[in-house]
Every structure is written in structure tokens, then in C-alpha cells.
């Protein structure tokens, strides 16, 4: 809201320098954003809340800013040259829907010579950011920013019948706006009619058809109250939003109409009109003021600090509201009605708060009476993921939970996705049902920027919609192509490929004590046949990691390698995790075999482990693949596997017998189950 | 007697010369034997000297040819020690060369910002609850005390599913969820990502993640607010920041307060600059105590308890706190930008 200094010593005397005066609005909650001079004249731009109608006016601030300074609020008088007719008898106000319009006052100027405002008038219509338009529109605009009331001026020679009917409109009934656009009237919207037809939308805008002219003589003033969420309805089906409607919708004075329509009659009868005597009033069900009881120990219980009373009852009056003592320490306070905000005690505990200052309120620690859980462990184990990936050389990344329609059906699967019903755009219209775009996109952008390497994951919800319902599940997405850190002279670091990727996911899973884990042949949208596995936990499938399909890489503009992992984490976390043991630290040596064989290409890494372990030896520590090549010396089908055996008794030391037939149970497992054989100069005791 | 003593004087002058040139356990030898040999050493032949001086004179001298002899012996032990160690030949190491580096990943700047936060207030007694990020328009709005077709909705433009789901447009739906639940004491805080109707510009996204705060118990008041969020913003920010309490307007709280800080980058009220545009306060924070319809809704009794609520968005706040001009660069995801953040 634009508040102009001159305009608002109108109703208060205002002697201070603009910065003071800013720290005053400040503190009381209206806060100005930017000032500026205009015509020597100083314009503040003041933010307004939405329940806060009262303050849409120089009026309203100046209330403000009077109580804080303590000083008069001046009310300007509002002469009226009047002529021989009573305005009943040139207007015929009916109101057929009272809940949408609970008052309508009108008064007549005849007259009135139509023509550029005067200087004073046209320099505060300026000050508003307006342009002057003639005197009538700018009184019009005047009053409204004057008094935050809306008012409306009519050519009343084109008010057919000279009748004014509020009601709803008819189907398929148009109306000309004043900005010359038709808007489509349903019964729904609100409007003053004459006669035969609508001749505005009520609390919104005028029409063309009865549009103050250069021809106009006669004009009927109409200032009226109509329901806020009509109102808003309406302006929002029309899809015109004025200072008129922006006001209703939030409020209006409901003892203001009768005032707003003299002050504009007293302006006009001084630019030469007459006005007619007495203001038409029609306000069925006049509203009762609303009392609210203030309790004295209620302000001291929420502010934390004693307010004095005689500063309680201050503070309300000079606001406008009317204060009784009903007994020591309880008012009941008679709210006004250009206070719509104020229905309740907390409400009146605000305005004592705002004008005692919240800088003069003390500041405490709240008492604390108990202590519990800090947080949901889903936020411990994210943590716990985060360190392990970034130990992994992977970066972190949070990429909007939108999704292109262009891309779902390459990116979605077998998820259906949520849409946005008002999209900021096309491209996002679409809840993400897969975090794989998003990193696929952050893979490009930082090529496209000279990355070798992008290794990534991002931790988040993907939505998708089951059974009528809107799901959101928390998942882990991973994605990496080339190779991340400088080439150092001492390592050649790492390109991405299924075993780094691989790595980390199994390292995740062990960092969280989900284990054991299996892997099983897998298919998937958006992974390559024949390069997906998916990671199981408990006979549950938590994820799949693999390489990504093709054409999905194409959509992305990609023609790299991507390798890429998604876990579901809600489901993972809602497993029971292994217990944290320590076990002692073993007194007795191990024994250490490496064994070599030459195997068949075709045989399953896991299938062997698995042999192995079947074989339940009770001294056999751990075993692992240290080695694995192909080569000249080995035959095209063939592969050599070395493994490390590590025997050990927790009791005494193994000897050497023991572990030979141990290792023999192992080769004989393997050479039957897989015709693995021995590698020459592979059997060597440590 | 000045004799002998002068020749001891030179013996001694003679191994230490002799003494200081030799590099192997073969050149020890030599030397050793030239001073200490049975038969020709010289200091053998100081000692049978002695039995040609008169008896007065012979515990003086005697002792200090002992003396030579003792250091001789030990000298000569002690270089046999060391000589004997054999040297491993060093090759050459360019101890100049770079050391190893372990690539490790980034958090990223948004998380990382919002963990700061939350650590401020799990020391403050403060747990952490979280919700959904699709909501019904009931909890969201309703339930907040934001009327249906209120103006103030407009405040927080909503992307919508439906007619009454929707995406939330704050972390404060999930105050409501904890209070149907849970009864007092309550103190918690609420991160999360939230969404809003706005085309993406250097202050605005549409989604971005706000960290919720409430606490509702016997006694709340107004002044512990302000001390839980003056306590706050020192840790987040330094002990000496200017903190100012305003009057505001939010449907859910009563009274409301927007809490702003004094601008850091100029200092306060320079009108050229561009984090403040001269305001000297940067707004931080939403704030105020809970509103009693909002208690009602809940079925907590206003009149038995109060409580306050506050709620900052992350990416301003870092903006502000890392100097960053757009909040754009936050899920553009560029590594340059992210990796800064793993020295943070």
C-alpha cells in the first residue's frame, strides 16, 4: 500500500523525520519496503496482511500511527452543497440477495461538470501510481485510497428505469467491462443492475455501459458492502483483480457506506455539483458490534511480561475500540467494525503486544520439563548412507521432485505419476516417480562444464499413485559415468563401472547392518537386459542396480555409459537391522591358504561362494577372490580364480593336518560341483 | 713432569685428529691399535712412563693418562657401534613430489546448512518429526486456521493433485499431524521441502526446504520465543548479530512476528547493496505463538496451554550465510559449486 505523507497529515499531525518514522511503522508491524519522493511530496511503500483490510487506507494508517505516537486522530469535515430532491426519489436501491450484499449506499451529485481534476487532486492520484483520469473517477479512487472503502460512480442517465437492483446474474447475461473486456456473467457473480441488465460486477468492476463520459451530468455514487468470498469468487472466474476487489475480498467497514458516499458528494459539490438530499441506505439486518472479554493475566501468560493496565485500556482506545472495565483485570471490549481481524481475546493480546513493542518483551529459554527421542532412526541411517557414499567419492545432489510427461515414459516404469493440476510449466507437470532423472540430467550439465567424471546419488521421495491413493516413497538413487578426482602420479583412481557401483551399494547395506544380502538376474525399464541385478534383504527386493537402458540415456542426450543403482529405502528401514556386537579379538594365529584354480568362464562367482559356504567348516574365518585373470597360459573358456583361505580355532592353534583336510574338503567341493582344477604352482602354505 | 704432561696433551691431539677421519670399522682398527696396542700403542707407552716418575708425582699423571685411556676405549666402542649397523642405500626420493589425495564425495550445500540448524536445536531439547509432502488441503490450510476462499492463501501459492490435495506449501501441516497425536509438552522442529506456484528466479523456486519449529507446553510465552530464537540465530550466525522482532500476520499464530536480522554483508543501510537493498534487516524467520483456534482443532486446550511456532526457509537462509546471489545454483547440482561445500 502506497501511503503518501501529505495525504496522510490529512488525520494526523506528523512532524517526524522519514527514517524515525519508519522505525515507528516498523514496530508496529507495518512495514515499509521502499520510499520514494514524488513532487516533494514523500510516498512509503508499506506491506499489508491480508487481514488487515483497514490498513488499505491513509485513514487506516494514520489510526496506526496515532496510537503510537499518541498523538489526535483528525476527523476533516465534509461539507455538502445540496439541492431540492431527495435521493429516494431519483434512485430506486433494491437489494435481492442480502447475504452477498448485506448494505448498499448511494447518493446522487447533479451537475457536475465532467473534466481534469484539480492540481491537488490529480498530485494524489499520482502519488498512488495512478493516472488522473477526470474528477469523478479520481474522487472515486480518492475515497478508496483515503478511507480503503471501494466506492463506484454511475452515469445515472444511463441507469435505465433509475433503478439500482444487487442481484445475481442470469445465465449467459455479458458485461462490458470499463477496460473494455466482455466477461461471461453465471449465477454465481454478483451484479448491480439497472432495469434490463447488469451494469457492473459487483465489488469488482464497472461496466461500460453506465461509465462516468465527457457527456455524463448525473452521477449516483454507490458505496456499498459486499460478502468477501463472493467477492473473491467472482474476480477470480472474471480473472480481473482491482483495488476494488482486493479490498472486499478481505473485508469491508460495515459502517463505512453511508460515510464514503457523503465524502465523495462533498468533493464533488466542490467541483460544481449539487447534491441530493439524504443518502439512500439499504442495510437489512444491521450488524451487531462484537464484544470480546479481555482478561488481564491472559496478556501477562502469553506475552511473558506485565503490561500495565492503564497502558491495556490506552492502547485499545486510541485504536478505536471501546474498553469497560467489567471487573478488576477483565474488560469487555467492543470491537469496531473496521476491525475485522479482531474476534477473539489473542487477537486484542496482539495489538497490546504490538504497541508495547516486541523489542521491550524479555527474552527466555523455555523450561524444559522432558527430554525425548530426537529423532525417527530413518534420520540416523541417512546419515550413516550420506558418509558411507561420500567415503565411496561420491557427490551429493537435490534435484526438483518434477518430472517432464516427455520423459515419463521412458523414465517411469510401471509407477503411475501423480500430476500437478497448475504446473508452473509443462516440463514439470509431473511428480517424480524415479530420482533417475534427475540425475541423469545432472550428469549432462556437468559434462556439458568439462567433468570427466560424475558420481553421484541423491536421497529422496519419488510419488506415485496405487488404489486411488497418492503414495510418496523415500528411495536412494545413484548414478556415475567416467572417472571422478584428479590422475594422481600414484594411482589412476577409478572409472565407473558394475563393481564401483556395486561396492558402494554393498557398503551402504553393511554400514547399516543389513546383512546378509543376495543378488538375483533382474529385469527392469530402465536397465539394460542382461546388466540389472536386484539387491534382496530378507526375501524382500530392495533395489536394482545395473547399467541403464539405452534409449533412456538418449532421451538425456547421453551417450555414455551410465551405471545406476535405486533402493527403496522405506522398506529397507523398516527392517531390523542386525545387532552391534564386538567379538573378541582372536588369541590364536590363523592359517592362511591361497588356493588357484582354473575355472570355467561360465560358472557364477556367487555359486561358488555359495558351495563353499554349504560346507559349513567350522574354522574357515572368511575366504574372499584376490585374484582373477585370463591369459595366454590359460585356456579361451577358462578363467583363473585365486582365493584366501583363513583358518582359525578360537581355542588353540589349528595345526597344520587340520587345515589340509579342510582345504581338501573345499578343492573336492569345487572340483566335483564345477570340474574346477588346481592351478599349477597354485597350492602354497604360509 | 711438564714433559709427560705435554705428551699427553699431544696424544690426545693425535686421536682426536686420527679420530675424526674414519668412516669404516678397518680404519677404526687402525687407529685403535696406534693408541691402545699391547705393544706399540702410544698410550701403553705413556703408562709404563709412569714408573719413571717420582712416587709424588705419580697418582696426578697416572690419572690423567687414565683418564685419555678411558675416552680412547669409550670413543672407539661407541664408533664401533654405530659402524657396525649396515646402511641400506636410499634411493633418491623427490620428497618435493604431491602427497596422495583421497577422492571423497560432497554433501550438499542445502543438507549440510539444514544439519547446522538442526543441531542448534537438538541441543536445545528440540526433536526432529517430519510428514508428507503431498497433503490434504485440510491440513495445510484448514486445520492452520486459513478460512476457506481467504485471501491469505494467496500468500502461499500452491501447486494442487486435486481440488483438495496438494503439494504443502509449508513445513506447518506436520505441527498439526504431531498434535493429534501427541499431547504436551511438545518441542519440536520439522525439515523439509515444501512447493510453491512460482517460476524459478534468482529468490524464487518452487520447491525449496523450510525448517519448522514448535513447542507447546505449560507457560509458553511470547519472551521464550524470542529467547529459543535469539539463542538461534547467534549459533547459526555469530553471538553479536542484531536481532529484530517486527509484527506480522501469519493465520496460524497469534500474535504473529517476522524476526529479522541485521545485514552482515554492508553492515546495515548502505543503500547500494545488494543483499539488503539498503533495509539494513534481512528478513529470516516467521514466527509467533500458536493460535488458539489451531489448539482447538487439535483438541488442546488454549486455555491450559500455549505454545510457539516458528519457520525459516534453509535456501535463504544459506544464501544469506554463504554469499550466494541465486538460489538457482543449489539444485542446478553443478559439482564445481557442491564440492566447495566438502571443506565446509
Known sequence: MKISLDWIKDYIDLDLPVPRLIEVLDSIGLLTEGWEEVDGDVVLDIETYANRPDTLGHLGVARELA????????????????INESTSDLVDVQIWDEDLCPRYSGIVVKGIPVR???EWLSRRIRAMGLKPINNVVDVTNYVLFSTAHP????????????????????????????????????????????????????????????????????????????????????????GIETDASYRFERGA???????????AASLLSQMGGGVSRGVVDVYPNPRKTRTVMLRRHRVDALLGVQVEEPFIEKTLRDLGFQVDVQQKGIWKVRIPHFRVDIEREADMVEEIARFYGYENIPAHIPPLRTLEKAAAPSREKISKIRETLFQHGMDEVVNLSFMDPERAEVLSGDLIPVPIRNPISSKAALMRTTLIGGL??????????????????????????????FREQLMLGVAMTGRVGDVHWRDRGRSADFFKLKGACEAVMRRLRYEPLAYQEASHPRFREGVVLSLHFKGERIGVLGLLKQELLKAFDLDEDVWAAELNLDLLFAKQAKAFEVEPVPKYPSVIRDVSFIADRSVPYQDIREAVERLRLPHLERFYLYDRFSGASIPRDKVSLSFRFVFRHQGRTLQAAEVDRMQEKIVSALRTRFQFHLREGGEIDK | MDEIKREIEETRQAFEAAIGKVNDLRTLQEVRNAF??????????????????????RPEVGRQVNDLKTHIQETVVRLQQQLSVPVKRLEAIDLTLPGEKVYRGSPHPIHLFQEEIETIFLRMGFAVAEGPEIETDYYNFTALNF????????????????????????TSPVQIRVMEKKKPPIRIIIPGKVYRKEAPDPTHLPMFYQVEGLVVDLGITFAHLKGTLEYFLKALFH??????????????????????????????????????????????????????????????????YSGFAFGLGVDRTAMFAYQIPDMRVFYENDLRFIRQFALK
Open chain 2, 147 to 170: 478460512p476457506p476462499h481467504h485471501p491469505a492463501r494467496d500468500d502461499w501459492d500452491t501447486l494442487y493433485i486435486t481440488e483438495e490435495v496438494l503439494l504443502r506449501t509449508h
Open chain 1, 253 to 263: 467497514d460495515m459502517d463505512f457506506p453511508p460515510k464514503a458516499a457523503v465524502m
Open chain 2, 36 to 57: 691402545l696396542s699391547r705393544q706399540r700403542g702410544r698410550v701403553t707407552a705413556l703408562v709404563a712412563r709412569l714408573k719413571t716418575l717420582a712416587p709424588e708425582q
Open chain 1, 116 to 118: 481534469p481534476s484539480p
Open chain 2, 239 to 304: 553471538e553479536k548479530i542484531k536481532i529484530r522482532f517486527r509484527p506480522s500476520f501469519f493465520p496460524f499464530t497469534e500474535p504473529s512476528a517476522e524476526v529479522d536480522i541485521g545485514c552482515t554483508v554492508c553492515g546495515g543501510g548502505k543503500e547500494e547493496c545488494r543483499v539488503c537493498g539498503g533495509a539494513g534487516w534481512i528478513e529470516i524467520l516467521g514466527a509467533g505463538m500458536v493460535d488458539p483456534q489451531v489448539l482447538k482443532n487439535v483438541n488442546i486446550d488454549p486455555e491450559k
Open chain 1, 440 to 469: 541423469l540430467e545432472n550428469i549432462l550439465w556437468n559434462r556439458n562444464r568439462g567433468a570427466d567424471g560424475v558420481h553421484i546419488f541423491e536421497i529422496g521421495k519419488i510419488f506415485f499413485a496405487k488404489e486411488d491413493a
Open chain 1, 151 to 238: 466506492i463506484h460512480a454511475f452515469d445515472l442517465a444511463r441507469v435505465e428505469g433509475k433503478k439500482i437492483i444487487i442481484r445475481r446474474a442470469n445465465k449467459k447475461e455479458v458485461l462490458r467491462s470499463l477496460e473494455g473486456d466482455d466477461i461471461e456473467l453465471s449465477p454465481e457473480m454478483l451484479v448491480i443492475a439497472d432495469e434490463k441488465k447488469p451494469i457492473a460486477l459487483a465489488g469488482v468492476i464497472g461496466g461500460e455501459n453506465s461509465a462516468v463520459s465527457e457527456e455524463t451530468r448525473d452521477v449516483f455514487i454507490e458505496s456499498a458492502c459486499f460478502d468477501p468470498v463472493s467477492v473473491r469468487k467472482t474476480r477470480k472466474a472474471a
Open chain 1, 67 to 82: 496510537a503510537a505516537l499518541g498523538t489526535r486522530l483528525k476527523e476533516p469535515a465534509w461539507p455538502l452543497t445540496e
